[in-house]
């Protein structure tokens, strides 16, 4: 995963979001595979890979899940390195629905169906505002045509 992607696109810093430089690195960098198209493809069941309900998938393929697990692999964290404790946006971010940090999950929220495009939307509202809008995020095409 060492190819680099280019963003484009007016982002809060890393103190500013209440994140360490990797997790910010990370997150800034799950972006672009987001965008474009890196996370979204099948593995050798046929099953995509992206989904925001496991945090990280150990599989033969080395599969990497949802937004907080592809940060912490492309960052390099160990498992949970992506938390950041008391930041209830960051939470909102891999837990969509979530109103309180706790260990529980809120999987009814449509949140947790999002393709990778719908996932993008609300990473990139995050990096942005310091808000994941899942919202506007769930209301994005499944799949939009993908830029060459």
Known sequence: MSEELKLEGKFLDAKTLGLTEKQYCGLIQT????????????????????????????????????IGGTAEVLAGLPYGGMFAKGNQELRNLFYPG?????????PLHPGWMASTAQAAV???????????????????????????
């Open 98 to 106: 979530s109103s309180k940090w706790r260990a529980v999950t809120y």
């Open 31 to 66: 972006l672009a595979w987001l965008e474009a198209g890196k996370l979204d493809h099948e593995n050798e069941k046929g099953i995509t890979r992206f989904d925001m309900g496991h945090w990280r998938q150990y599989t033969s393929c080395g599969t990497v899940c949802c």
């Open 122 to 148: 609300a990473l990139r509202s995050y990096l942005e505002t310091g808000k994941a809008d899942w919202n506007a995020a769930m209301k994005t095409p499944k799949h939009p045509k993908r830029r060459r």
